[in-house]
């Protein structure tokens, strides 16, 4: 540690001496505490991360020139943290495993080949994968039987001897590359822990571009999140998706985390996948201490629907209930569901349990729209079939609440197939009626209504339609009629423009619970929880 220090000292000086403008000193990849040098700018020290500089199994597979006998792309990319060369008999291999080891044994030991793979399965030991030397291929019923064990494990197969192998192994050193974004979020993880990004941003005096890119906006969400984490419950525990978000999210701390389901059954599923939870809390709802006390708050809660304290006590443990009452209840700051849950599944518990701010005649939702160069805000594109005036007013006064929550510039287009005067009909005067009554209850809101998609968007459609509006042409909330209307406008543009939705965001709720699409991505999921986390905390503000 003194030698660190040492060199950081000199670094700034020689640096110094030069004439150049020193920002900051960071040593990386620090192995011990150490005590930072007093230096006139700010030092920071970057653990040695493990699972950043650790090669992954396909890394070793390339450099070894290896044959895959079995595996999958997520076996292939599980990191090797170590190496035990099996030799001997089983009692004493698994003895000697550690977690994360990469296994190297003849390939004649089926002995070893089955141990090892069953102590994985076993949760005993978590494993990379298995390589088998001197070219000798394990028999085909051994192959079988380990296949059968559904280890998610990859086996390998290499001519060399096994000290060759270990040799040649012990020599590879992963790094992050966009071929493998587990080892960048663990990397950006350790970064943002450690180093004030920013103190560091303001001594980099980078001005700020207007334009908004999908990149940047979810990296501002991220960095909003991380700046006050909050507790998200997940209530879709086993869920390969759900799983592969909360690593990210934990590395990258973006919130604290509950998962719901069977310990057994998660801590099974993340071996298979080779993902590392930490200090994620896992909850099983049919056996939680907490079942009782949910119970009793749901019956008071639906009394007047008939709900009794023996049917409470089953609703309860159903995820999302659980989920929606450890937020109703304080437990947690919010909810994200529907990976493999209906919408109505998902917020069907939330306006039973959390219901509506009292201002707020109607729940709804919005999709942020992330374009080429602009964020977008839709709604509502997801929760209410046919609003009628009054709930149209909501829901464009929530969206614009949302919008400027989320750093957009709220200029609110109220749509319609009419723009202006130009056309009549009931769904106009709705529209027009939904428009009067924001104008009434926000006057500080820019909003626009009726007015059709392109003079809401396109400037040069809105000089000819409505030369004198604030809004026309440069409208950033997008306000559509009904359900039918905004939920195929919002998936035509994600399709045929290439934008990436975010959302359904829910919005009007006390208590932050969000709905992900059922074809959600992993970072879709990153960012909803992001975003929940972010209205958890502005809630808590207000």
Same mark, same amino acid.
């Given at each position: ?51 950043? !500089? @650790?090669?992954?199994?396909?890394? #070793?597979? *390339? %450099? $070894? &020139? /290896?044959?895959?006998?079995?595996? +999958?792309?997520?076996? =292939? ?99 992050? !590359? @966009?071929?493998?974004?587990?080892? #960048?979020? *663990? %990397? $950006? &993880? /350790?970064?943002?822990?450690?180093? +004030?990004?920013?103190? =560091? ?84 709802p049919g056996a939680s201490e907490w079942r009782d006390d949910f119970a009793a708050e749901y019956a008071r809660l639906r009394a007047h629907r008939g709900v009794t304290a023996e049917l409470a006590h089953d609703i309860v443990a159903q995820p999302n209930y659980f989920g929606t009452l450890m937020v109703a209840t304080g437990r947690a700051d919010g909810m994200v569901s529907g990976a493999t849950h209906t919408t109505a599944a998902t917020i069907r518990p939330a306006f039973e349990i959390i219901r509506t701010l009292p201002d707020v005649s109607v729940a709804s939702s919005v999709f942020f729209m992330l374009l080429a160069d602009r964020v977008l ?166």
């Amino acid at each position: 540690p003194a030698a660190v220090a040492s060199a950081m000292r000199g670094a700034y000086h020689d640096l110094a001496d030069l004439g150049a403008t020193v920002l900051a000193v960071i040593a990386n990849r620090v192995t011990g505490p150490m005590t930072l040098p007093d230096l006139p700018v700010p030092a920071y020290a970057i653990p040695e991360v493990p699972s950043v !500089s @650790a090669p992954t199994v396909a890394e #070793v597979a *390339a %450099a $070894l &020139g /290896a044959t895959l006998l079995a595996g +999958d792309d997520a076996a =292939l990319g599980r990191d090797v943290l170590d190496f035990v060369v099996g030799a001997a008999h089983v009692p004493t291999l698994l003895g000697h495993l550690t977690e994360g080891a990469l296994v190297i044994t003849p390939g004649d030991r089926a002995d070893l080949l089955v141990a090892a793979s069953a102590a994985h399965v076993a949760g005993q030991v978590s494993v990379a994968g298995l390589v088998l030397t001197l070219g000798e291929q394990p028999d085909p019923r051994v192959m079988r039987l380990v296949e059968g064990l559904n280890t998610g494990l990859a086996v390998l197969s290499v001519r060399l001897d096994s000290y060759d192998t270990v040799a040649a192994s012990s020599r590879i050193e992963g790094r992050p !590359s @966009a071929s493998n974004p587990r080892k #960048v979020e *663990a %990397a $950006l &993880g /350790a970064f943002e822990r450690c180093v +004030d990004t920013d103190d =560091l941003a303001r001594r980099l005096r980078v001005s700020r571009s207007a334009r908004v890119t999908p990149l940047m906006f979810e990296n501002e969400l991220i960095d909003r999140a991380r700046s006050k984490p909050r507790h998200v419950v997940l209530p879709e525990g086993t869920d390969e998706r759900i799983l592969r978000a909360a690593e990210i999210l934990l590395r990258r701390g973006v919130a604290e985390l509950t998962v719901l389901g069977r310990p057994d059954d998660i801590a099974r599923r993340t071996r298979e996948l080779g993902i590392d939870l930490g200090d994620v809390r896992v909850v099983d709802p049919g056996a939680s201490e907490w079942r009782d006390d949910f119970a009793a708050e749901y019956a008071r809660l639906r009394a007047h629907r008939g709900v009794t304290a023996e049917l409470a006590h089953d609703i309860v443990a159903q995820p999302n209930y659980f989920g929606t009452l450890m937020v109703a209840t304080g437990r947690a700051d919010g909810m994200v569901s529907g990976a493999t849950h209906t919408t109505a599944a998902t917020i069907r518990p939330a306006f039973e349990i959390i219901r509506t701010l009292p201002d707020v005649s109607v729940a709804s939702s919005v999709f942020f729209m992330l374009l080429a160069d602009r964020v977008l805000v839709y709604g509502d594109c997801a929760v209410n079939r046919d609003p009628d005036a009054a709930q149209l007013a909501d829901i464009a006064i929530s969206s614009a609440d949302t919008a400027a929550r989320f750093g957009i510039e709220p200029r609110v287009a109220m749509l319609s197939y009419s723009t202006g005067s130009s056309g009549a009909g009931a769904d106009v005067e709705k529209v027009a009626a939904a428009t009067a009554l924001v104008r009434e209850r926000r006057p500080d809101l820019l909003v626009e209504g009726p007015i059709q998609y392109d003079a809401a968007i396109d400037p040069a459609v809105a000089a000819t339609k409505l030369p004198d509006s604030p809004v026309a042409g440069h409208a950033t909330v997008f306000i559509f009629p009904d359900l039918n209307t905004g939920n195929n406008t919002y998936k035509a543009v994600q399709r045929s423009a290439g934008a990436v939705a975010v959302g359904p965001v829910m919005q009007g709720l006390r208590r932050p619970v969000n709905d992900l699409s059922r074809g959600a991505t992993v970072p879709d999921i990153v960012n909803t929880v992001a975003i929940t986390a972010i209205q958890a905390a502005t809630e808590e503000a207000s």
